[in-house]
């Protein structure tokens, strides 16, 4: 065993460098034992910290080990079994027995790549997706903190701008590319004509399991502000926010109809280009319902100047008749 003043130098290395998964599960005393009988080959002299130094560079800043460590939620306890099951063997076999620093070497170094293989085998998570939510499922186990790395993403997601026509159906689903857990809970709230993210301005419209909010036919009185907020009991996992803004018929279908009538108008399915403006492009071609509509204006204008012509023909015809007749007769 390590003498009072010895244990203390062993405690002051070990917690003077940054932490690993070594110094998060092996207790300080079996670190004691274990190099207790370190022996400096070139000096034949018993050095404790040289062991303590070898245990740090093999195991504290390996980066093969600490990336090994990166386990999924509860696996912790898992990490702790394997790296005792490759110390505590060394501790019973070296304490109070004097080993050169080469047999330490060795024997130190195979326990380091058998924990970094067993390690490796334990499941992963799929880690944290940017932009927000909070995801435990995601949450990796940090050799170097010893404890799970949080996703330090807000709860508020981004506004999502939907566009829609009066009369349509809207459709908005509470999706997330991370884990939900069975216990969810959904509440959707509704912000009247506003484009906002500030709770206190939202009334809750229905709350339940159900992702998918639906609007049969769109109307003005829709416009606004609609947020889903999953819940896993009394927590709040993440926030989603949709802004809908409704186009009404009546300007919609006015639009359409001056499309039409400029394409009607200039040749070639151009625009006039505006005073110091780029050079006008070309349209997109007119759909088969509006090509059928102007073709039967166009058709309804030539039939009008033919009636229009042909009334007119018998007046001239008249009129030549009278001059051409006879003055005796």
């Not at 050169?100 to 880690?127: C, H, M, W």
């Not at 709040?236 to 919609?252: D, E, G, K, N, W």
């Not at 108008?265 to 319902?289: I, Q, V």
Request: hydrophobic share 35%; glycine share 6%.
């Amino acid at each position: 065993m390590c003498s009072s003043a010895l244990r203390l130098v062993c405690v002051s290395l070990l917690f003077g460098t940054s932490l690993s998964c070594y110094q998060c599960f092996v207790d300080v005393q079996d670190s004691s034992r274990l190099c207790s009988g370190h022996i400096l080959t070139e000096h034949n002299i018993r050095n404790v910290g040289a062991c303590f130094r070898k245990l740090d560079h093999m195991f504290n800043h390996n980066e093969r080990v600490i990336e090994a460590g990166r386990v999924g939620k509860g696996y912790d306890k898992r990490l702790k079994e394997l790296l005792d099951a490759e110390i505590l063997p060394l501790v019973e076999e070296f304490e109070n027995k004097l080993n050169d620093d080469t047999v330490y070497e060795e024997r130190l170094q195979t326990a380091a790549d058998n924990f970094i293989a067993a390690a490796s085998k334990l499941p992963r998570v799929s880690g944290c997706f940017p932009p927000c939510g909070f995801q435990s499922e995601g949450a990796e186990y940090n050799c170097v903190t010893c404890q799970y790395d949080k996703c330090e993403f807000p709860l508020d997601c981004p506004v999502q701008e939907i566009k829609v026509m009066e009369n349509s159906r809207s459709r908005m689903r509470c999706d997330v590319p991370f884990h939900l857990p069975n216990d969810m809970e959904v509440i959707w709230r509704f912000a009247e004509e506003v484009k906002t993210q500030l709770m206190d301005q939202f009334k809750e419209v229905t709350s339940g399991v159900d992702r998918l909010y639906s609007i049969p036919s769109t109307s003005l009185q829709h416009q606004g502000t609609y947020l889903c907020e999953i819940y896993s009991g009394q927590r709040s996992i993440v926030r989603l926010y949709f802004y809908i803004s409704v186009t009404p018929q009546v300007v919609a279908g006015h639009t359409e109809l001056q499309e039409m009538f400029d394409l009607s108008l200039l040749p070639g399915g151009r625009l006039l280009p505006a005073p110091g403006g780029p050079p006008p492009r070309r349209l997109l071609l007119l759909s088969p319902l509006h090509m059928a509509c102007l073709t039967a204006l166009l058709l309804l204008l030539f039939l009008s100047l033919g009636a229009l012509h042909l009334s007119m023909v018998p007046e001239q015809t008249s009129l030549m008749d009278v001059k051409n007749q006879d003055p005796e007769s």
